[in-house]
């Protein structure tokens, strides 16, 4: 085959797409990329890394404030903001140019440029400078992502309305912010901007924050926000915005009554949209489900050879879930044996705020409306050694169960480091375990995954701890 042949090529680098290239490699076909702006997409460059980053430098800064419940003495705790986000920018250039690395390893070419479907399994790649080339492949995956919505009059202009870009880079430390949504994206840049000291407010159209978790958990969290200095406002919306000369007035519906608050920025985080428009699906039979790709249990769409990963391929909206997408797709397309489908219960979600959030499958009243009798869980963080000695002691540990065959369901964590325990439950909802395994399990001691273990016992009369 020519250079402009191939077996599978990829259109966007996202952790999806340039996951699924790679796997294709390895598999002995002939794979390649296109990629219009950046190696790792939205994730590696304006998402998941680079906020992870500033989080960091926040959380430091927090200890640091605290350091005499520690026993320690630090005078002239501050923060340079510049330093900080020169830090998650370097953070983030640096795995970007760690998939360039990883994607020549693997021989598989780069593309620079905005791909388009043109039917009949062919690519149309057109570069910065307007010139355009026509690729071939047997099988296409769209691995185009997702971008930021923007409600009508609340669209960011980048100055006193910032989008999560603009959020990620601030030219200035505001004084107050307002947060339109408090979903993980929201509430996460609501962290960030607290523990600096913002006087933030956070405004969430549904009854409580952090909306997909589990009631209890959801209610937790909230209690540290406001225990933090946060403002939350549930069941609200921003209907209009105001803009001055250095601030920006919000309208804000809730309970029937309009208020205001006049704060110096605000941050629009109230979903995504799919990128599927100028990409050629009009020249093919793939269709559309409130704007994202229609695919099967092995991502195949409606147009045979051509495929969909990721947030263009609907939710949840995350890396770790268009990554293993991306290897499903080509395992099938490769005809590796025993390649499974998507359990969308089994993907973990984190929210990286203070506290953390994290949790996988389904919530206690996702269970019992799917009809399930269950038995529930809890540990609280004040009765786990570590946590105390950590002196992280505010956080809670529960989890779901089936009452009839002690089925892992679900289980929903709030507190430090649990974006690092979740995966032990997801191990767990993978390899079906059921409570009696999960019992008999040694856990390490002192560790935060006590608690874990305890939170098993516990729902059923057994926890030792508390």
């Known amino acids: 085959m020519a250079d402009t042949e191939f077996d599978v090529l990829v259109l966007g680098a996202g952790p999806g797409g340039y996951v699924a ?112 080339q026509t690729l071939s492949a047997k099988h296409i995956i769209i691995a185009t992502g997702a971008r930021a919505r923007a409600l009508p009059g609340l669209e960011p202009d980048g100055k006193f309305v910032w989008s999560y870009k603009e959020a990620l880079v601030p030219d200035t430390m505001p004084k107050s912010l307002l947060v339109v949504g408090s979903g993980a994206i929201g509430i996460e840049f609501a962290s960030f901007f607290r523990t600096l000291g913002a006087e933030v407010t956070v405004v969430e159209v549904m009854d409580r924050v952090l909306p997909v978790e589990d009631e209890e958990i959801s209610a937790f969290a909230r209690k540290s926000f406001e225990k933090q200095g946060m403002k939350i406002i549930t069941g609200a919306k921003v209907t209009k915005l105001d803009k001055g000369a250095t601030t920006v007035t919000a309208h804000i519906e809730v309970g029937g009554k309009v208020e205001t608050l006049t704060v110096e920025r605000v941050i629009t985080a109230v979903g995504i949209q799919a990128n599927t428009e100028n990409i050629g699906l009009e020249n093919t039979k793939v269709k559309l489900d409130r704007g994202h790709i229609v695919t099967d249990g092995y991502l195949r769409t409606d147009e045979p050879g051509v495929y969909a990963i990721g947030d263009v391929a609907g939710a949840p909206w995350l890396a770790h879930k268009a990554s293993h997408e991306g290897v499903i797709c080509v395992e099938k397309i490769a005809g590796v044996k025993d390649v499974h489908p998507m359990d969308k219960l089994n ?120």
């Open 21 to 132: 290239a790679i796997r294709a490699a390895q598999l002995g076909l002939k794979a390649a990329v296109v990629e219009r702006e950046h190696l790792g997409g939205i994730c590696l460059n304006w998402g998941c890394i680079p906020t992870k980053a500033l989080l960091r430098s926040a959380e430091i800064y927090g200890y640091m404030k605290h350091a005499d419940a520690y026993g320690l003495t630090v005078s002239g705790v501050g923060f340079d903001l510049p330093k900080v986000v020169k830090r998650s920018r370097q953070v983030a250039n640096q795995l970007s140019a760690g998939v360039k690395g990883l994607l020549k390893k693997n021989k598989v070419p780069v593309f620079d440029g905005t791909g388009k479907l043109a039917g009949g399994g062919k690519v149309t790649v057109t570069a910065k400078d307007g010139t355009a």
């Open 347 to 466: 993907i973990p979600g984190c929210t990286y705020c203070n506290p953390q959030v994290a949790s996988v499958g389904l919530t206690e009243a996702k269970a019992k409306a799917a009809g399930h009798e269950v038995k529930v869980g809890r540990f609280p963080f004040i009765g786990n050694g570590k946590a105390i000695a950590l002196g992280e002691a505010e956080g809670l540990v529960k989890t779901v169960f089936d009452a009839k065959t002690g089925e892992l369901l679900g289980a929903h964590m709030v507190g430090a480091e649990v974006t690092e325990l979740i995966q032990g439950y997801v191990v767990g909802k993978t390899l079906e375990t059921t409570e009696a395994e999960l019992m008999h399990t040694i856990f390490a001691h002192p560790t935060l995954s006590e608690m874990m273990h305890e939170s098993v016992l516990a729902a059923y009369g057994r926890a030792i701890h508390y």
